[in-house]
Nanobody, 124 residues
């Protein structure tokens, strides 16, 4: 499965972006899709995740209330809507797929196909 993440950009604080993660060479069936981010000099951290088939979404506590993960089965695409963005949200955002169990949904080691990052920059 090849993943392509896009939709990043430059936005002012308080603004919104919708990131997309499209799959090619396969589908999301049977996988969970996760979003992670990494800022310069920082470790990669969990943002959001959801199983493609069903189930409730997982969100990072630091961003809860500002995120919505959704999917379009016809387009084989997962979306991450991010609202009320803050300068601390500036990072490269990555989507990934894997087959984690519930307790490992937020761990990047649970995901084994990764897309290239899309840069999100939030200005103050």
């Amino acid at each position: 499965v090849q993943l392509q993440a896009y939709g990043g950009g430059l936005v002012q604080a308080g603004g919104s972006l919708r990131l997309s993660c499209a799959a090619s060479g396969g589908t999301f069936d049977g996988y969970a899709v996760g979003w992670f981010r990494q800022a310069p000099g920082k470790e990669r951290e969990f943002v959001a995740a959801q199983r493609w088939s069903a189930g409730y979404p997982y969100y990072a506590e630091s961003m809860k209330g500002r995120l919505t993960i959704s999917k379009d089965r016809a387009k084989n695409t997962v979306y991450l809507q991010m609202n009320n963005l803050k300068p601390d949200d500036t990072a490269a955002y990555y989507c990934a797929v894997g087959r984690p169990i519930a307790s490992t949904m937020t761990r990047d080691q649970s995901y084994y196909y990764w897309g290239q990052g899309t840069q999100v920059t939030v200005s103050s």
